[in-house]
């Protein structure tokens, strides 16, 4: 007898496969069917497979290297005429593959190495010391002269060329009031991969939010979120990142939590959906949930109080997936940026199409991931910006390895950094130092 591909623990919904009506809109917003141009590698494709394993065909590996394959970036479902909610559908999808399907004894390390590591800030802040020894005796650039990355494989590869240049930067105090009249009590985020590698963009978005009236608190033992778990099928995992979350901030006595990491801030917004099951979280968890505030989205809506200095510079604006597809926040950042005095803003052509980061998805497929990279670093390199600014680490990340293979150069800063450097006063070549 064929075993049934999904039990009856959340399957993917078959109303909701249902809306699809193959109309093929998808298809150019859709990562994996640009580079292959497969039918399977398609939102629809997927959701044929879906409908065939709602419908009783068993859990094949090929449809499990189809559904593995999405890279999440939920371009398609801005794409859809129809509304159809193909994040919902490949979230729960991967949940059941997760659970039901046998994946070979390297797949399996590999997932356990990354789920041991990327979702504990604590983990990740021990590989500071490491990395910055590594990047400071120059081992970077042999490897680059070299072609020793090359003979890595291309999941170590991948590993070494994402790692940013790291600088000291204090850990932030748990408590920095507002200057001048206060507005609003906010808690902030500060991230797993953000506050371990990236810790200055937290350090500018206290700045910031300081600065325009409001009270910022910053709970201490913040834990992961749990977006890169729900993303790629591990709903338990993430249901206890999110607990504590729900947990933190309930002591925090906030108004609103600012998030400045896109895939953090669509994950937070969905705790809703990820603890509805759960009856002491489905309550708390709604209720933050609709407390979670982008960085752009909470500033525009108050509006600006303090003053912006020139900052003159052109920049090219690469909206982050889970920011404009899974948030809709798309004028918010551009407007921020534009009420900077000096600053001209560019487009990047194809802004739709994934710059391969996509959460763990280039560490877990790294030579698509690098095609796409390579794609989305050309793009920027031919608006002649002098600096790329986006609202994701991953993509920071993703973005600039890609800019160093192809040997171009451009600095590459977080939304946050902007504005703060333009509050700040500073000198507009700080920010072109960040290559």
Request: one cysteine or more; glycine letters at 8%; proline letters at 7%.
């Amino acid at each position: 007898m064929t075993t049934p591909a999904f039990d009856a623990d959340r399957p993917p919904s078959a109303a909701l496969a249902g809306d699809c009506v193959h109309c093929g809109f998808c298809l150019t917003t859709c990562p994996t069917y640009s580079l292959w141009g497969e039918e399977a590698d398609s939102p629809r494709g997927r959701i044929s497979l879906i409908t065939s394993a709602l419908e009783g065909e068993p859990l094949t590996e090929s449809t499990v290297r189809h559904v593995d394959n999405c890279l999440g970036c939920l371009a398609c479902v801005t794409a859809c005429p129809s509304g159809v909610r193909y994040d919902r559908l490949i979230e729960d999808t991967r949940a059941q593959v997760e659970r039901r399907f046998e994946r070979t004894a390297p797949q399996r390390a590999l997932r356990a190495a990354i789920f041991a590591v990327f979702p504990y800030p604590r983990r990740l802040r021990l590989l500071r010391g490491p990395l910055r020894a590594y990047q400071a005796v120059g081992l970077r650039r042999l490897i680059d002269r070299t072609g020793l990355r090359e003979r890595l494989g291309p999941t170590l590869a991948t590993l070494e060329s994402l790692a940013p240049r790291l600088r000291p930067v204090p850990r932030p105090p748990r408590l920095v009031p507002a200057k001048g009249e206060r507005r609003a009590v906010v808690g902030v985020l500060t991230g797993c991969v953000q506050s371990a590698f990236f810790p200055d963009v937290n350090a500018a978005t206290i700045r910031i939010l300081a600065a325009e009236g409001c009270d910022v608190v910053i709970p201490a033992a913040q834990g992961c979120c749990g977006a890169l778990s729900v993303h790629n099928g591990r709903r338990p995992e993430a249901q206890r990142f999110a607990r504590q979350i729900v947990d933190t901030f309930a002591r925090a006595g906030v108004d609103q939590i600012v998030v400045n990491a896109a895939g953090c801030g669509s994950a937070m917004k969905e705790y809703a959906d990820l603890l509805s099951d759960d009856p002491r979280y489905a309550g708390p968890a709604a209720a933050l949930a609709a407390r979670v505030r982008d960085l752009s989205e909470l500033l525009v809506a108050l509006g600006p109080v303090a003053k912006r200095h020139p900052l003159p510079l052109t920049v090219a604006y690469h909206d982050a997936c889970h920011l404009a597809h899974g948030q809709g926040i798309r004028a918010q950042p551009r407007a921020l940026l534009a009420g900077i005095p000096g600053l001209a803003v560019r487009e990047i052509a194809d802004p739709e199409i994934c710059c391969g980061s996509a959460g763990v998805w280039n560490v877990l497929h790294p030579e698509p991931a690098a095609e796409l990279g390579e794609r989305k670093a050309r793009q920027v390199l031919d608006t002649g910006a002098d600096l790329l600014v986006t609202a994701n680490p991953g993509c920071l990340m993703q973005v600039a390895a890609a800019v160093r293979r192809l040997g171009g150069e451009v600095a590459l800063a977080h939304t946050a950094q902007v504005l703060d450097a333009s509050l700040r006063g500073l000198d507009a070549r700080e920010l072109l130092s960040a290559r």
